[in-house]
Nanobody, 120 residues
Framework: QVQLVESGGGLVQPGGSLRLSCAAS????????MGWYRQPPGKERELVAR???????IYADSVKGRFTISRDNAKNTVYLQMDSLKAEDTAVYYC??????????????WGQGTQVTVSS
């Protein structure tokens, strides 16, 4: 019913920047929240940042002050601006969205992930 597609991943040097984007498409009434998660090699998936419909945001302590999440409701797209990247930020980054499919139905969807590698 709904697809989320991430883009913008790649290889960057420590201290560099990268901007991820995620576009949602399909039978969408509205999207309440959108967020970014990441999964480093050999570790569990963790929350990076989330943005709510009212504009409020939450961030993992490890990325506060370095990453910025934003969204374009008209395009059903969420972005993650990543600055001052560290080697520890290396992971597969996944987009997540809570999507209202009808008046009473809301479901969570995930993108397929995009690789971010921070290395010199």
């Amino acid at each position: 019913q709904v697809q989320l597609v991430e883009s913008g991943g790649g290889l960057v040097q420590p201290g560099g920047s990268l901007r991820l984007s995620c576009a949602a498409s399909g039978s969408i009434v509205s999207i309440t929240t959108m967020g970014w998660y990441r999964q480093p090699p050999g570790k569990e998936r963790e929350l990076v940042a989330r943005i709510f419909s009212g504009g409020s945001t939450i961030y993992a302590d490890s990325v506060k002050g370095r990453f910025t999440i934003s969204r374009d409701n008209a395009k059903n797209t969420v972005y993650l601006q990543m600055d001052s990247l560290k080697a520890e930020d290396t992971a597969v980054y996944y987009c997540n969205a809570a999507v209202r499919l009808s008046l009473i139905t809301t479901r969570t969807f995930w993108g397929q992930g995009t690789q971010v590698t921070v290395s010199s």
